[in-house]
């Protein structure tokens, strides 16, 4: 069998925006540390980088915060319909919490492919303790995911599972069977950055502990018919078992981190990363206030540790050439140094 060698396209596959960091939550596990910024990014630069997007012919967009809905007073509506008029296939970020009657209908008139709601609390008192928001938000989240459901919005909810919040997201799970929508539920992972960097032991749970949570996860779906995605990290003998698959596939150099190589993510003060944890300078590719995405995204600035780190992580384990030595994120987050293996690793951790 002829092997393809996978080769980075001259232009991002998926471009995320990042279009402000207002929040009406502060969630403990956020990537942002301090929410007192407040910055949108300018919506001609967000027009011009969909247009660029669209001379390129990449269509997959995702709008992000922050929350989406405070981005300058209400105009993420003109951004939404400015997407669709360039036939952008938009997967929307929110907490759902901040919109009404009146948006709600107007979203329905919009083809948006997916509106994605993160659900991290399913109760006023894990929204006020883990969201760290204002009261009645639990109530507000509930009739909005009411009235969506009456004006059937594509919806999808994502999570990232935590000591605080996983009973209120088993409950959630229940709640959304009984509503008998058709919908797909993810649970991420948890990554160490911000303010999951902050409140990472009150947070984390361990492998053994999470797999157990994510049974009971399982089972609620199965039960109610909900399409479910988990992400978690493999133990030692299913990577074993993956590098058997990868071994067969017909493409090859395309393994570890895929951050960098086919997305990247445009923060509001005009900063593109590669991805949404890696936002120190290290990983910064350019400014969309200073050169084209396109430009950025060729320099390939920003991605000088991604070569350096095969070269200088000392290892012997025979799977390196298959990971690279997992999340650089999580690893410089966690260690300070982005020379090493991910601490997650399973061989590390056996």
Request: charged share 25%; hydrophobic share 35%.
């Amino acid at each position: 069998m002829q092997k393809i060698k996978w080769k980075r396209q001259i232009f991002p596959l998926e471009v995320s925006i990042i279009i402000t960091d207002k929040c009406n939550f502060n969630c403990m596990h956020c990537c942002v540390v301090d929410r007192g910024i407040n910055k949108d990014l300018n919506i001609e630069t967000v027009k011009n980088i969909i247009d660029e997007m669209e001379a390129n012919r990449v269509y997959n967009l995702n709008i992000t915060g922050g929350e989406p809905f405070l981005y300058q007073n209400g105009r993420i509506m003109e951004v939404l319909r400015y997407a669709e008029r360039k036939k952008m296939r938009i997967h929307l970020n929110t907490n759902f919490t901040v919109l009404d009657k009146a948006i709600i209908k107007e979203l329905a008139k919009l083809r948006v492919s997916h509106i994605d709601i993160s659900i991290h609390g399913f109760s006023e008192k894990i929204l006020k303790r883990f969201c760290r928001t204002n009261k009645n938000n639990f109530e507000k989240l509930k009739k909005n995911i009411r009235l969506g459901i009456e004006y059937e919005l594509p919806f999808i909810f994502t999570t990232t599972i935590t000591k605080i919040n996983y009973q209120d997201i088993l409950i959630f799970l229940k709640y959304i069977g009984k509503q008998k929508i058709k919908t797909f539920f993810s649970a991420g992972l948890f990554h160490p950055t911000g303010q999951g960097l902050i409140n990472y032991n009150k947070l984390f749970i361990k492998d053994k502990n999470l797999n157990r949570i994510y049974s009971k996860i399982l089972d609620i779906a199965e039960v109610n018919k909900i399409e479910c995605l988990i992400q978690k990290r493999n133990n030692a003998s299913e990577i074993k078992e993956s590098a058997k698959e990868i071994e067969k596939s017909i493409i090859t150099h395309n393994f570890g981190c895929p951050c960098g190589e086919y997305s990247c993510f445009i923060w509001p003060d005009g900063r593109v990363t590669h991805c949404p944890y890696g936002f120190d300078d290290i990983f910064v590719m350019g400014n969309v206030y200073k050169n084209s995405l396109k430009e950025i995204w060729n320099s390939k600035t920003g991605l000088e540790w991604k070569h350096k780190r095969k070269k200088l992580i000392k290892t012997d384990c025979k799977y390196y050439d298959i990971c690279f030595g997992g999340c650089p994120c999580d690893t410089y987050h966690l260690t300070g140094d982005i020379y090493s293996c991910d601490p997650y690793c399973a061989f590390l951790n056996k």
